[in-house]
């Protein structure tokens, strides 16, 4: 396995153990899993598709049905709010994958300053570098009589710079090269069966280029946690803590969004705020109690709603 270190992070092969524990933790997506599963295997792996038409539309093998599915771009969008579960899903979706296509999954994900210092044509060649790089991975994944042998992965984090509309007016000359680089490295791999995925984590959806937008296989909307799923959470989380009845129900409560307009907390307001604050309130000498959490929830603001305006 060959990798440039400057233009990305180490490259992972999964499943592994940490990355899949990681994918069980995130709850309350299971409809998002569940669809990114299928396009997944689709995309990087049409054959499957084939097989299933096989086993249940026999005469229907050479429809347009597949053809049109089969011709997109392997471009997902992961689009939503801050502290969703964007990157802790596109960093870890791979070893479902792996377990459903029953082959190694090949993690890239492309590095922050491969997005260039802004010098002219800097980034059109990084991007058509890493597109190179992970295309010639991407092809060891099929053996010379079509066999699936690995599956991978690019993930474009953040894409929100590199990729942002390029009608935007303060845009530099720059970044629409940006653009332009990205949509000819998407395309070249589009109905050509090589096992590529490419997902691209964005907080601003509305920002993205409309030509990429339109590319996408497709768009993954990730939001703020419902009642139901705020539950999920906690009661994972404080699974044996042997709470009190009903303090869940209240922390759900509490969590959730207020009538003056403030949000819910996020995902990561809950995972990454709250529970370990009650536990290192708690510790070293107290058990978690009821007030005690109810203190602590309250304490906390949650993140604000994610606007562009907050990003200019
Ligand atoms: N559906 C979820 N279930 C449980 N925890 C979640 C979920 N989504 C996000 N989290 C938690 O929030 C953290 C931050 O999520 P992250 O993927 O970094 O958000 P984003 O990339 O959308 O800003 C994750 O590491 C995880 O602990
Ligand atoms: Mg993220």
New binding site residues.
């Given amino acids: 396995m060959s990798s440039d270190t400057e233009l990305f992070h180490p490259v992972i092969e999964l499943p592994d153990p940490t990355r899949a524990a990681?994918y069980q933790?995130?709850?309350?997506?299971d409809h998002i899993k569940e669809r990114l599963r299928r396009e997944a295997s689709v995309l990087a792996d049409p054959a499957s598709l084939t097989r299933w038409a096989a086993q249940h539309h026999p005469a229907a093998a050479n429809a347009s049905a597949f053809t049109l599915l089969r011709d997109r771009a392997p471009l997902l969008l992961f689009a939503?709010?801050?502290?969703?579960?964007?990157?802790?899903?596109a960093e870890s979706f791979g070893c479902d994958l792996s377990d459903s296509l029953r082959v190694p999954v090949l993690l890239y994900r492309l590095k922050l300053a491969a997005r260039g210092t802004g010098h002219v044509g800097e980034m059109t060649t990084l991007i058509a570098k890493s597109f190179e790089q992970v295309g010639a991975e991407a092809r060891r994944g099929r053996t010379g009589d079509g066999r699936l042998k690995a599956v991978t992965i690019l993930v474009v984090?953040e894409a929100d710079a590199l990729v942002q509309s390029r009608e935007a007016t303060q845009m530099h000359h720059e970044d629409r090269a940006g653009v332009n680089a990205f949509l000819a490295g998407i395309d070249q791999f589009a109905g050509t069966a090589t096992p590529l995925l490419v997902v691209l984590?964005t907080?601003r959806l509305a920002a993205l280029d409309p030509a990429l937008r339109r590319r996408a296989a497709a768009t993954f909307e990730?939001g703020r946690?419902t009642e139901e799923?705020r539950h999920q959470?906690l009661t994972t989380a404080f699974d044996g803590f042997e709470l009190s009845p009903g303090i869940i129900d209240k922390l759900v409560e509490i969590t959730g969004p207020r009538s003056d307009g403030t949000p819910g907390f996020t995902?990561?307001d809950?995972?990454?705020r709250l529970v370990p604050a009650a536990l290192l309130r708690a510790y070293p000498f107290e058990p978690i109690t009821p007030d005690l959490l109810v203190d602590v929830a309250t304490d906390i603001t949650p993140t604000p709603a994610f606007t562009d305006q907050a990003a200019a």
């Fill in positions: 990681r933790r995130l709850v309350g997506v939503g709010d801050v502290g969703s579960g964007k990157s802790a899903l984090d984590c907080n990730f946690p799923q959470v995902f990561s809950l995972t990454q």
